[in-house]
């Protein structure tokens, strides 16, 4: 339902629901759905050149719903010069947003502010158009001095912010190494475990035997503990120097082990030294059993027998040979090329997931296409993003905004014909992924004669068949302006010859043209319909062009 209010200054329109819809289901809807309500306003409806006027929506939605206000130049031919903070304010259950806009337009005309869409909830709402004038400003040349024109002044490009992004993307890039340099490839300091644990078994057992000392089992008594860690520090030595069951075998299973060694020359062990190492092995069973319960003065005595015998047991056991000796480096080195090439394999593995999961995380945001074309490189996309030039071409000037400037057309057709004078520029070929051209021919033609729109655009469809363009549909349809001028649209598809032989690909056009006084100005426009940023590119050169008159 549209409601339109009169207000001093100010056009108004409300959009909502149609009355028939409104009346049949109003209790229904009322108790179980949430409704919204948009209005748009704008004050003055009359400026002067470059004087601003504001643009008022108004929206009335229940509290939980998020409603979004359009943002960026969507007000075009008006320019959007400030937008103002949302005025809140609650009744009851629901709220009223009142979001304001400060609009201008530096050109005289009538111009329609176009309709803007809010986001409420998950729905859409679209405000209507509203008609706003801006006048030129009166000045009386009479009383104003006239001064001579002032030099051109060289003004140095704005740098853009590149070195930002360049800075965060270093940034990160820095963070990301010292996290796998610390992590990863780091030296981490060893705790005092594996400080004794890569120690020779030798030096090992000695610092066990000193750390055995320094416990309070003696003097808690607790002796069964204190024989546990003594036959324990023996059984390890035995067990990675001479026998490597000795850790698991029974006392008699370890004593006949060694003197079998022994008897078979592999080790230089006397029998007293077999006789002492049985002797605790055996009081330490007892103990284990509480068969037995030694005085703490017989503990101590053990002790250092099994600290002599860690000692005759290395000189019994003979030297290693060269050959053991490179065995023994040429595995250390093989660890360290093992233990590198983990760490090279983290590395790459983690880069490979940071590179995916950013990937995909743009991609989420921002479409997989885009991202790839970011990343490879789009030509089209570079245009779509790159600056934008507004110039103006012919006379009387076509005003346009295109990726680039437009370069003029030298044709010998165009300038042999005496009848048409012809001034022409363009971007691109039909081959292009995009082609734009802008033409603005004098016709000399009695003042009788009246230039027919239609015959025009049939020559131009003519021409792109003569190009090698064919299965062209057309549709047509009237074009005005944004500061008013009408002229007749022709659009379709069609196929546009390609860059190999015999080869054909999908395109767009769209051909506007506009006459005046014996002038003929014509627009043509091409595209790859499958390039979504060509799409994007002839939407804004199309939204974009004005027609002025000579003063």
Do not use: C
């Not at 006084?517 to 790859?528: A, P, S």
């Amino acid at each position: 339902m549209k409601h339109f209010y009169l207000g001093y200054g100010k056009s108004s329109s409300v959009v909502g629901h149609p009355p028939s819809v409104l009346l049949s289901i109003f209790f229904f809807l009322f108790s179980i759905v949430s409704f919204a309500q948009v209005k748009s306003s704008v004050d003055p409806t009359k400026i002067k050149i470059g004087e601003q006027m504001t643009y008022k929506i108004e929206v009335e939605a229940d509290t939980t719903d998020l409603v979004i206000f359009p943002e960026g130049q969507t007000f075009s031919p008006l320019e959007m010069i400030e937008s103002y903070k949302i005025d809140t304010t609650k009744n009851k259950a629901r709220f009223n947003l009142i979001k304001k806009y400060g609009l201008t337009q530096f050109d005289s005309g009538s111009y329609t502010i176009p309709r803007q869409k809010i986001i409420i909830g998950t729905k859409e709402y679209f405000t209507d158009s509203l008609k706003v004038e801006v006048n030129n400003i009166q000045v009386d040349s009479t009383k104003q001095g006239l001064y001579d024109i002032k030099p051109f002044i060289k003004v140095e490009k704005s740098s853009s912010d590149w070195w930002k992004t360049a800075l965060i993307i270093l940034a990160i890039l820095a963070i990301i190494a010292f996290l796998m340099y610390w992590f990863i490839w780091r030296k981490k300091p060893l705790t005092e475990e594996e400080e004794i644990a890569l120690l020779p078994p030798y030096e090992r057992a000695k610092m066990a035997l000193k750390k055995l000392d320094e416990s309070d089992y003696l003097q808690q008594a607790e002796l069964k503990d204190y024989y546990s860690e003594l036959t324990f520090i023996i059984r390890r030595y035995l067990d990675e120097k001479v026998y490597n069951r000795a850790l698991e075998s029974t006392t008699d299973e370890l004593i006949f082990r060694l003197n079998l060694l022994k008897d078979g020359n592999q080790i230089e062990l006397s029998k007293d030294d077999i006789r002492n190492i049985e002797t605790i092995l055996k009081r330490a069973d007892l103990v284990k059993f509480a068969k037995s319960a030694p005085d703490i003065e017989l503990a101590k005595i053990d002790r250092n027998t099994i600290d002599l015998e860690i000692d005759n047991v290395k000189q019994a056991l003979p030297e290693p040979t060269e050959a053991e000796k490179l065995l023994d480096q040429q595995y250390k080195e093989e660890q360290e090329r093992k233990k590198k090439r983990r760490k090279i394999i983290i590395t790459v593995a983690v880069s490979l997931f940071l590179l995916m999961a950013t990937f995909v995380g743009f991609s989420i945001k921002y479409g997989f296409h885009y991202v790839k074309d970011t990343l490879i490189g789009n030509d089209t996309k570079e245009l779509l993003e790159g600056d934008w030039v507004t110039s103006d071409y012919g006379v009387p000037p076509i005003y346009i905004t295109t990726p680039v400037v437009l370069e003029r057309v030298e044709s010998q057709a165009i300038d042999t014909n005496a009848t048409v004078k012809t001034t022409m520029f363009g971007y691109g070929t039909l081959l292009s992924p995009i082609n734009i051209m802008v033409s603005t021919s004098k016709l000399n033609i009695p003042d009788t004669t009246k230039i027919d729109l239609n015959l025009a655009i049939e020559g131009s469809l003519q021409m792109l068949a003569q190009n090698g363009v064919k299965d062209i549909l057309t549709k047509r349809d009237k074009f005005v302006t944004p500061n008013a001028a009408e002229g007749l649209k022709v659009y379709g598809t069609a196929s546009f010859p390609g860059l190999l032989p015999d080869h054909y690909r999908k395109g767009n056009y769209v051909f506007l043209a506009f006459t005046t006084e014996h002038i003929l100005q014509q627009i043509m426009l091409v595209w790859d319909a499958e390039d979504r940023y060509a799409e994007d590119i002839m939407e804004r050169v199309l939204n974009s062009v004005e027609l002025r008159k000579v003063d």
